[in-house]
């Protein structure tokens, strides 16, 4: 078969499993809520309640019928497309995503043009002269951003910047006293589209410790990625090679090195996007930004089921259609990868 | 970055920004239970009655308290004929016979009324008549509810059988003129009946954390800053601030208490001597100290002052040496030791500070006789579990639906099937203590049919048998703080604990 046929195979093959994949992801949320300590008319009423009053909520919102049944309309609800409504105030779990996703998309979007921006800048700064300072600055770097717990430098940096010197605000995504621009939910486009000024600068003012936090945070994982793997590249016989027929260090890592080691960087890219699809909950919880995983973790202490069963299989389906798009793009690119 | 500094967005003048902590799912008044929610509702929707900070009711969109029939099964209630909605529609007694079902029907809190009013109709275009299943003296207190807010029938039209999440229209100060979860804005209502907002907004903000609450006050980004969610120690520094005239500080009166649960009806807290030690045994003082810097106060009461029936304080005093005796009489501190498990909700700082300090305070003053072992539980698996006896000792707290004694004497201790003081079925069940005397439910149900000094009374009397049956012992009071920037007046607090956001304003010029 030709490379074009298999690849598409390939591809079949891993859209075949999307569905099984998110079917099992569906069926374990749905389960391990229930199983999971907590109720949600006690999450709903607390304790005050009388017993008749939670018999009667636990009916209107149809969590007296048994598992099985609750399993068979939330299955075929799924299969429908709809996601059901937010116990807590009956909004569609869709509107709730619809709200939020956007606001996890550009704070993560935003992070990792970031993190790759000076992740790939640290890597490479240090090819030159290995073992040499700047090289073992970047190697210190990568280690410590990595080692660093998000919650902890998120808090530091918001104590310094927004706190002590007053320079952005504390957390937020837009300022309370604008009017957040309509449109698709990405505040800094939408603002940008509707003329910029006050609503864009507002925006970005709101995203710039978040997403500097997310991305210097993740920055690590490029450096080092692209530090070792560009070592490995420089190396290796093919680059040997292209220094033994006179080219310049420049042209050999630039043109010939530097390609290879960028493609295990690309696959670094997917996991990274995929996780932070899932968002980053530490900073989104820091910085009071209304994303994914705020709104998550709100609904799970809420025990707001609907909420939390279409969030994961919303991010789930986003993280499996990633990765198989990743998976495309690096097939895609490298010639050796065979399927 | 210096750009970026430079360009922060212009302030509207007179508009405020508050925040707090919890964020909303819902503005609708059948929704709401949380803080968060009726602090919104409080300014943009206005119920029948009030309570002022003192804890008296007074009419709001009623023009006189409810006028009781002679055997105080029926109460008519008169309304004003000035009330508009954020429509423009009319407020009458259709509309509030229109809401008041509404609130039972669909209503989280609906069991409110439920359990006290029979049917609903408009006597007159401006009366309204409530046929209750008993006499009810705190009929008005409950009916300042600020769930029971009207909405207009018109704009809710769509939605008498089904909650509106994201507007309101009501009757309030303010009109909600935007709306998510973590930002609501509020603009001021220019046909308001009574006295208009102070001034020109009100942007209600939510930061999820205690050190961005804390930070954007220090930072001029908030103007006004409500306490709850705030650590004991950011407390007690923005106290400290205002203090010194770097803020303005106000306080409401408290609605929320702290309190033990105590098993009663099983080993080892099924014998009361020794109840009684572990409530002799606690140091309040101390623990308020330490715990929450004297942020919050200590309480020897289920029912929070200045509410009638709150004093005298009928619990033990902190008393060592009598814990010592009771302990002795049970059976301890002679080579014994007895270990009592004390849980608390992991989730809640405060909660896990006490456990540590009363288990040092324990181990200083009768280590041969008791030990404490602590341990943490996520608060909604511990409300779970309460009602099946899972915890031996655990530390809750308990804020009142409307400020009236009743609303904390009764769920904790009302018991529909009892066996001598244990209670097989009602409340008390569901509040893990499993507790009750003989003739208390009668008491209690007495307490709803008086008023004034004879009510009174029975208060008393109730509290002094929960007192001396100890399966609930008070811990301290939570009274809601609000600092605001030194430029603002003083903020007001309502009798509910909520603060007037009409009231806020500028600091006259001296």
Redesign the interface.
Known sequence: MSRRKDLLAYLASRLALVPVMLWLIASLVFLLLRVAPGDPIDALLGTRAPQAARDALRQQLGLDQPLLVQYGHYLADLLRGQLGESLTNQEPVTAVIGRSLPASLELGLVALLIAAVVGLAVGFSGIARPEGKLDLGGRLYGIGTYALPPFWAAMVVQLIFAVWLGWLPVGGRFPPTLEPPSGSGFYLLDSLLAGGGPPFWGALRHLVLPASTLGLLLSGVFANALRLNLRRALDSDYVEAARSRGLSERRVVLRHALPNALLPVLTITGITVASLIGGALLIEVTYSWPGIAFRLQEAISQRDYPVVQGIVVVVAALVVAVSVLVDLVVALLDPRISF | ?LP??G??????DG?L?VANKS?L??V?PV?V?TFAGTQLLSAIGDPLYASDPSGRTLPRLATALPQLSAGGRIARIPLRRDVRFHDGTRFDAAAMVFNLERFRALG????LL??RIETVRASGPYEVELQLKRPYSALAALLSSINLTPVSPAAYRNHAK??L??RFVGTGPYRLA?Y????Q?LAPFAGYWGEPPRNRGI?L?????S??L???L????VDVLLSQGLESDQQRSLAERARRGRLVEGRGPAVEIGYLTLLSDRAPLNDPRLRAAVAHSLNRELISQRVSFNMRSPLRSLVPPPLPGAAPPPWPAYQPERARALFRQAGYCKGQRLSLPLTFRS?VPADRLFALTWQAQLQRDLDDCVQLDISGV?S??A????EKGAFPMIL?D?VG?YPDADVYLA?LLACETAQGNSCLKG?SV??GSFWSAPGLQGQLQASEGLSGRARLAVLQAIQQRAAQGNAYIPVWQVAPRAWAQPWLAPPLFDGSGRLVLQALQRRPQP
Do not use: I
């Open positions: 970055m970026l500094v360009c922060l967005p212009p302030k509207p508009e920004v964020s799912d819902s609708d929704d239970t989280k809190l609906g069991y439920d359990g089904r909650s999440a994201n935007g998510t979860p973590q930002h804005k942007h903000v939510t930061l999820s954390n050190t961005a804390f930070g954007a220090s930072s001029g980004e989730n996520e909604t698996t409300y779970r579990q309460l809750l308990w639906d769920p409340s569901s509040f």
